[in-house]
């Protein structure tokens, strides 16, 4: 239970001041809630990899995905994602030493990575509609959109945040709150490179191999 400490300003006015003397907004609640919308976020994924496993031989007497991915372009993204990954992980290891410059230059090589990743993407997406491949030309092209176009969704929200985070850091510091933030970001930045290389192995290699 939180206490609450009250004192006068003093007798010629008699107002009082109250001073709470615990954390307003505990860490352990905000760390919990976020591993909450990420296990939501799993649940999303886990249907539409699950979608995509039934429909991706649904073809239509279309391309197939050997017709249509063009697998190092796809390995170039992937490393993208992969670097992006390892140069927050430098962030944090700024954060923690306290390193404001630092923090934000590695976040700022994060951005760049993940907006490289978002442009290969886009440019795949351009590429299939143009060849006749969009997303309402076949059941497996439709689940690949969807499963695909979420993941990149998360990716513009997570460049979204990291900016909003850069911003705020440079203002305010490494307190403790934008601590807090850049560690929920991390997690979330983490969970996107995990689910793509679930979306690397099953969709393009499986597709293009199998």
């Known amino acids: 239970m939180s206490q609450t400490q009250a004192q006068t300003d003093g007798p010629e006015n008699g107002k009082l001041q109250f001073y709470v003397t615990e954390e307003h907004h505990p860490e352990g609640s905000t760390m919990l809630g976020f591993w909450l919308y990420l296990m939501s976020d799993c649940l999303i994924f886990a ?3 699950a979608t995509h496993g039934v429909l991706g031989r649904n073809y239509a007497a279309g391309p197939s ?3 249509l991915f063009d697998l190092p372009i796809v390995a170039i993204n992937t490393a993208m994602l992969l670097f992006s990954s390892i140069t927050y992980g430098f962030a944090m290891l700024q954060m ?8 934000l230059f590695w976040l700022g090589v994060t951005g760049i990575f ?6 290969l993407e886009l440019y795949e997406f351009n590429h299939l509609i143009h060849e006749g491949a969009g997303p309402t030309r076949s ?3 439709s689940s690949f959109f ?3 176009g979420t993941h990149g969704l998360h990716v513009t929200f997570g460049i979204i945040w990291l ?3 850069m911003v705020q850091v440079g203002r305010r510091g490494l307190i403790e709150a934008n601590k807090r933030r850049l560690m929920c970001l991390s997690m979330f930045w983490h969970f996107l490179d995990v689910v793509w290389i679930g979306v690397f ?10």
């Open 96 to 103: 923690e030493r306290g390193a404001k410059a630092e923090t």
């Open 47 to 49: 249907v539409l990899f």
């Open 146 to 148: 969807t499963l695909v």
């Open 163 to 165: 900016i909003t985070l």
């Open 139 to 141: 059941a497996f092209l």
């Open 201 to 210: 192995s099953f969709v393009y290699l499986m597709g293009v191999l199998g």
């Open 65 to 67: 995905p050997a017709d």
């Open 114 to 119: 993940g907006v490289i990743f978002l442009g």
